[in-house]
């Protein structure tokens, strides 16, 4: 059968480091505040001439260099982004003439958070169905554009960044010891939807809006939703936590990756955290936490890689691959 398999991972983040002291002089908050109730200790946040596409341009590329390909290998790029430059057209088209590639197609997708996790799955799908081979997957962000910078609850959270990995077409054998996307779970329920969400947009306020979010609210659902799906994949592919090797989870809150790690059996020491390098980059804190787990030699061919992802929607997912 055709599995999807990691030819290359890339990441790019903004020039400028806030750190959670710098946010002091902004809104009535502590470093000590941020970091216990949320593990992040710094963020980075777009400057002049960085925008969602310019950063997913560059971790497009750090990728395609990874994976020793070029823009014309690629056939599909899918963005997962909640951020893009305009309302219209996607910013992935922006990235593909970026790379000066003018074949193939390529598209946004909008599952906040759970972006990258949705990408990857419609990726394996567009490999699996053969309509691509090779699929450019990228999670990119600016949130520090949609937070509003008064409101402490939510803009001490967030960060802006981009990471981007390269699938590809591998023949496999139907078994889990096969490289590349084994499951895949997505789930969504709208009815959760004012618990996260921007308060503008083109349809309803003809403005973008700023996000909005109940944290206490989020928290509450967000280890039942992310295990539930997690137990979904285990069952699919006929594993138990032990046979995981690396958890790279949505980097939101370290409270949450901890919870919900503890509460499916997996090993601290097998659980990538990056939010404190990053804070919370929504589509681009899975593929960023797992750009660095792959750069500092964590994860290597062979291992069982889990990545998990929700947000807002609610939208939760989670994927199991081989790298
Ligand atoms: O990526 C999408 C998914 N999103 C998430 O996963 C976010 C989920 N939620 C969370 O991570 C947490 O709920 C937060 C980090 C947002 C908040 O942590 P919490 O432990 O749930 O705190 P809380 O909202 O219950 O607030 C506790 C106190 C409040 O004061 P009172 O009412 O107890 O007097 C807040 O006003 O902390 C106060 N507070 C702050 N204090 C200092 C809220 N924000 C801040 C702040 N600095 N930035």
Redesign the pocket.
């Known amino acids: 059968m055709i599995r999807s398999v990691v030819k290359g991972i890339g990441a790019a983040k903004p020039a400028r480091v806030v750190k959670n002291a710098d946010?002091e002089g902004i809104?009535?908050?502590?470093d000590e505040?941020?970091v216990q109730?949320?593990g992040i200790r710094q963020r980075y946040i777009a400057g002049e001439g960085e925008t969602t596409a310019s950063l997913g341009e560059a971790a497009a590329r750090a990728a395609l260099d990874n994976a020793g390909l070029t823009p014309d290998d690629i056939d599909l790029i899918i963005l997962a982004t909640s951020t893009p430059d305009n309302t219209f057209p996607a910013s992935a088209v922006d990235i593909q003439a970026r790379l000066g590639m003018t074949h193939g197609f390529a598209f946004d997708m909008q599952a906040?958070?759970s972006g990258f996790v949705y990408a990857v799955t419609t990726a394996d799908l567009y490999i699996r169905g053969g309509m691509a081979k090779r699929v450019l997957v990228i999670g990119a962000e600016t949130f520090s554009r949609i937070l509003d910078w008064n409101d402490?609850?939510?803009?001490?959270?967030?960060g802006d960044g981009a990471g981007a990995l390269i699938l590809e077409a591998s023949e496999g054998r139907g078994l889990t010891s096969d490289r590349g996307v084994l499951t895949a779970n997505l789930r969504s329920d709208g009815s959760h939807k004012e618990k996260?969400y921007v308060d503008g947009g083109p349809s309803s306020t003809q403005t973008v809006g700023h996000l909005r979010?109940e944290?206490?609210?989020?928290?509450k659902h967000?280890v039942g939703m992310i295990t539930d799906v997690i137990e979904a994949s285990f069952s699919e592919a006929g594993i138990t936590a032990e046979d995981i090797d690396w958890f790279v989870p949505?980097q939101?809150?370290k409270?949450?990756i901890d919870a919900s790690a503890k509460k499916l059996h997996l090993a601290e020491e097998k659980v990538v955290i990056t939010v404190d390098q990053h804070g919370?980059t929504?589509a681009a804190?899975v593929p960023l936490a797992l750009a660095t787990a792959v750069a500092d030699g964590r994860i290597k061919q062979g291992d069982l890689v889990l990545l998990e992802?929700?947000?807002?929607g609610f939208t939760w997912g989670a994927v199991l691959l081989r790298w």
């Open positions: 946010l809104v009535e908050t502590s505040w941020i109730r949320t906040v958070c402490r609850t939510t803009c001490v959270l967030f996260l979010m944290g206490r609210e989020v928290f967000a949505h939101a809150n409270r949450i919370n929504s804190s992802a929700m947000g807002g």
